[in-house]
């Protein structure tokens, strides 16, 4: 069974940064990918990011590109998620996700382990 626990949501003002983190625990089988989608209340669980296994490809939504990046430390079996130039529609709560492989990487039905999720409040 695999475990994922994020960190570092937290109430920020528009234009400010937010930095997320996520570590697995348990059986993490490789290769597998990492990503984190969002849900803000009375909407779907809409993809933000996901990397690879080792780190060469990344994946956005069309919402972040550029204003989000994902990376990972395979030694710490952690993803990170910094996020920069935030505002009110970022608003969410944040959840950190793992599948075995690359498939459908944008696709919450994909990943096979949860987070727990980690609110990120953007002010106006």
């Known amino acids: 069974q695999v475990q994922l626990v994020e960190s570092g949501g937290g109430l920020v003002q528009t234009g400010g940064s937010l930095s997320l983190s996520c570590v697995a625990s348990?059986?993490?089988?490789?290769?597998?990918?990492m990503a984190w989608f969002r849900q803000a209340p009375g909407k779907e669980r809409d993809f933000v990011a996901a990397?690879?296994?080792?780190?060469?490809?990344?994946y956005y939504g069309d919402s972040v590109k550029g204003r989000f990046t994902i990376s990972r430390d395979n030694t710490e079996n952690a993803t990170h998620l910094q996020m920069n130039s935030l505002s009110p529609d970022d608003t969410a709560v944040y959840f950190c996700?793992?599948?075995?492989?690359?498939?459908?990487?944008?696709?919450?039905?994909?990943?096979?382990?949860w987070g727990q999720g980690t609110q990120v409040t953007v002010s106006s």
């Open positions: 990397i690879n296994w080792s780190g060469g490809r990344t």
């Open positions: 348990g059986r993490t089988p490789s290769p597998y990918t």
């Open positions: 996700a793992s599948k075995y492989g690359l498939g459908g990487v944008a696709r919450a039905t994909s990943y096979e382990h």
